[in-house]
């Protein structure tokens, strides 16, 4: 915008101009709750209920790096909400998510700042009882809010101070007038169709720890009247930086029924305890969080627990190195002559700092972090390279990924959760394993490995003390059958490159001596 801009001709005196704020900030609002009944229908809305059955995908878990969205699971959604009464409101999501072809019912309920879930949260589980940490709290929170904007209205008549008045857009030949809510993370706004006078979306922006922030934006469809004069739409859909991540389509959908209080009670066995910051990350990162739920791989909770773990079968021990364990997503870290090298820059930048923290702290380790190698792109391995980029550190990638780790690293301005690499000019420094593999100078070696999990997978070793490093390809120390394609190439990359392991170390898992890998695999 041009300066001439700034200063409308004739402009009114502050107060003025003020008050004639609050005038369209209250006239967006009463727009935007007419088109879900009116204020009173809106004001009485106490409780409410449906079915949704749905699709849902997760970003960066496909083969190729940057190619977006993949699915995550089909979910059978029976959802009961009860708004009044009680702050924040209370939730509870009965699901049927079924991922990997098995069917998990899990059940999640939110009250006050606590909630458990109980049923089959992740894949290959026994169904358990377990609080819900804050940060999957505050994520089922905020989804909630945006696939029911009647709860943040709701909010917004209660404190019209979080209402200004976006104006009017047109986008595809629709006008809308824009309604936008004042929120802790980002703006969200909130769009109504001026001809059908209904709320058609919402637009807001979240993190991803690999796009960093992104816009969100949720679409609202086939909207009807229902008891009580409050309008519920029949088909809901999300998108993440562009991607569809969640489509909904309701039935049974109930206004004002009688939810009975003990469908919110807690287990006496379960005892949450609320933690702010990770509430807040939650909030945050809803979409990045339960898309993994979804998929049931679950990575809840900060992901900050340090397990170090020694390679050892008792007699020989591996020196120099430690498998980083507790978590969902492990790292080895790796001391060299000149310094510190991690394998997998795993789940986001917050598991990152506590590695970090961890080799500053550990008598084991010395000198700076000179590489991070991840062994292939997907969100939950790779999404905390950039703490060690900030700290200098070299970032080894499969070749077929090297453009998309760019850009990874030259985003800087993330402004919803900035991370170490934020606001740095520090040059991020990325090096591509070609297909004849890599021989870093202080004798880590990465070879590509042919998979249909990800085109630039890759496979480090540390040779002088004979440690493979394996992820999603082979999970130690369950022994691999020899039908299993990916062990088999596992196998046979050891052979072509004339390897001698004496262990494999896994992304997931813990370790297994290499002898018993190749035995189980019936080779000689
Ligand atoms: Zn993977
Ligand atoms: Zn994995």
Same mark, same amino acid.
């Given at each position: 915008?041009?300066?001439?801009?700034?200063?409308?001709?004739?402009?009114?005196?502050?107060?003025?101009?003020?008050?004639?704020?609050?005038?369209?900030?209250?006239?967006?609002?009463?727009?935007?709750?007419?088109?879900?009944?009116?204020?009173?229908?809106?004001?009485?809305?106490?409780?409410? @209920?449906?079915?949704?059955?749905?699709?849902?995908?997760?970003? #960066?878990?496909?083969?190729?790096?940057?190619?977006? /969205?993949?699915?995550?699971?089909?979910?059978?959604?029976?959802?009961?909400?009860?708004?009044?009464?009680?702050?924040?409101?209370?939730? &509870?999501?009965?699901?049927? &998510?079924?991922?990997?072809?098995?069917?998990?019912?899990?059940?999640?309920?939110?009250?006050?700042?606590?909630? !458990? *879930?109980?049923?089959?949260?992740?894949?290959?589980?026994?169904?358990?009882?377990?609080?819900?940490?804050?940060?999957?709290?505050?994520? *089922?929170?905020?989804?909630?809010?945006?696939?029911?904007?009647?709860?943040?209205?709701?909010?917004?008549?209660? &404190?019209?101070?979080?209402?200004?008045?976006?104006?009017?857009?047109?986008?595809?030949?629709?006008? !809308?007038?824009?309604?936008?809510?004042? #929120?802790?993370?980002?703006?969200?706004?909130?769009?109504?169709?001026? &001809?059908?006078?209904?709320?058609?979306?919402?637009?807001?922006?979240?993190?991803? !720890?690999?796009?960093?922030?992104?816009?969100?934006?949720?679409?609202?469809?086939? $909207?009807?009247?229902?008891? #009580?004069?409050?309008?519920?739409?029949?088909?809901?859909?999300?998108?993440?930086?562009?991607?569809?991540?969640?489509?909904?389509?309701?039935?049974?959908?109930?206004?004002?029924?009688? *939810?009975?209080?003990?469908?919110?009670?807690?287990?006496?066995?379960?005892?949450?305890?609320?933690?702010?910051?990770?509430?807040?990350?939650? %909030?945050?990162?809803?979409? $990045?969080?339960?898309?993994?739920?979804?998929?049931?791989?679950?990575?809840?909770?900060?992901?900050r627990?340090i397990n170090p773990?020694? *390679? %050892?079968?008792?007699? %020989?021990?591996?020196?120099?190195?430690k498998?980083l364990?507790?978590?969902?997503?492990?790292s080895?870290v790796?001391?060299?002559?000149?310094?510190?090298?991690v394998?997998?820059?795993?789940?986001?930048?917050?598991?990152?700092e506590a590695v970090i923290q961890y080799i500053e702290d550990s008598?084991d380790f010395?000198?700076?972090?000179?590489?991070?190698?991840?062994?292939?792109?997907?969100?939950?391995?790779?999404?905390?390279?950039?703490?060690?980029?900030?700290?200098?550190?070299?970032?080894?990638?499969?070749?077929?990924?090297?453009?998309?780790?760019? @850009?990874?690293?030259? #985003?800087?301005?993330? %402004?919803?959760?900035?991370?170490?690499?934020?606001?740095?000019?520090? /040059?991020?420094?990325?090096?591509?394993?070609?297909?004849?593999?890599?021989?870093?100078?202080?004798?880590?070696?990465?070879?590509?490995? @042919?998979?249909?999990?990800?085109?630039?997978?890759?496979?480090?070793?540390?040779?002088?003390?004979?440690?493979?490093?394996?992820?999603?390809?082979?999970?130690?120390?369950?022994?691999?059958?020899?039908?299993?394609?990916? /062990?088999?190439?596992?196998?046979?990359?050891?052979?072509?490159?004339?390897?001698?392991?004496? $262990?494999?170390?896994?992304?997931?898992?813990?370790?297994?001596?290499?002898?018993?890998?190749?035995?189980?695999?019936?080779?000689?």
């Amino acid at each position: 915008m041009g300066l001439t801009g700034l200063v409308p001709a004739g402009a009114t005196s502050g107060a003025a101009a003020t008050a004639e704020g609050s005038q369209r900030a209250a006239g967006s609002l009463r727009m935007a709750v007419d088109a879900v009944g009116g204020a009173s229908a809106l004001r009485g809305l106490k409780t409410f @209920q449906y079915r949704a059955g749905a699709e849902r995908s997760i970003l #960066d878990e496909g083969a190729v790096p940057g190619s977006g /969205a993949s699915p995550a699971a089909t979910v059978e959604a029976r959802v009961r909400y009860r708004l009044k009464g009680s702050r924040p409101p209370r939730v &509870r999501i009965d699901n049927v &998510r079924t991922s990997l072809g098995v069917d998990r019912p899990v059940r999640e309920v939110l009250s006050g700042r606590r909630g !458990y *879930i109980s049923g089959v949260d992740a894949n290959f589980s026994q169904p358990a009882t377990k609080a819900m940490t804050s940060d999957r709290w505050a994520a *089922i929170h905020r989804e909630q809010e945006l696939l029911n904007p009647h709860v943040l209205l709701s909010r917004a008549l209660d &404190r019209p101070s979080l209402a200004s008045n976006g104006g009017q857009r047109t986008i595809d030949g629709r006008r !809308y007038r824009v309604l936008v809510l004042r #929120d802790a993370v980002a703006p969200i706004e909130l769009f109504v169709d001026v &001809r059908k006078e209904r709320i058609a979306m919402l637009r807001t922006t979240q993190h991803d !720890y690999l796009r960093r922030d992104v816009p969100v934006e949720v679409t609202y469809r086939g $909207w009807r009247r229902e008891d #009580d004069g409050v309008r519920f739409p029949r088909r809901v859909a999300l998108t993440s930086d562009g991607f569809e991540m969640v489509r909904e389509r309701r039935t049974e959908v109930d206004v004002n029924p009688r *939810i009975k209080s003990r469908v919110f009670r807690f287990p006496s066995a379960v005892d949450p305890v609320y933690d702010a910051d990770l509430a807040d990350i939650g %909030t945050r990162t809803s979409e $990045w969080l339960l898309s993994f739920v979804a998929l049931g791989f679950i990575k809840d909770g900060g992901q900050r627990a340090i397990n170090p773990i020694t *390679i %050892t079968d008792g007699t %020989t021990t591996a020196a120099g190195v430690k498998l980083l364990g507790g978590v969902a997503n492990n790292s080895l870290v790796v001391q060299r002559p000149g310094g510190v090298v991690v394998f997998e820059g795993a789940l986001h930048d917050h598991r990152a700092e506590a590695v970090i923290q961890y080799i500053e702290d550990s008598p084991d380790f010395t000198g700076p972090i000179t590489h991070v190698v991840t062994t292939h792109h997907h969100a939950d391995h790779a999404s905390g390279m950039r703490p060690y980029v900030a700290l200098g550190a070299t970032a080894v990638v499969g070749e077929q990924a090297v453009p998309f780790f760019q @850009q990874v690293f030259a #985003d800087r301005g993330s %402004t919803v959760l900035p991370d170490r690499l934020d606001g740095t000019t520090v /040059a991020a420094n990325v090096q591509g394993v070609p297909a004849a593999g890599l021989s870093l100078p202080n004798g880590i070696q990465v070879f590509p490995l @042919q998979t249909e999990h990800s085109v630039d997978m890759v496979v480090p070793y540390v040779a002088d003390q004979g440690i493979l490093f394996t992820s999603d390809t082979y999970s130690p120390p369950g022994l691999p059958s020899p039908s299993d394609a990916n /062990a088999q190439a596992i196998a046979a990359m050891v052979k072509a490159r004339g390897l001698t392991p004496k $262990w494999i170390a896994g992304g997931h898992g813990t370790f297994i001596s290499y002898a018993a890998f190749k035995a189980a695999l019936g080779i000689p």
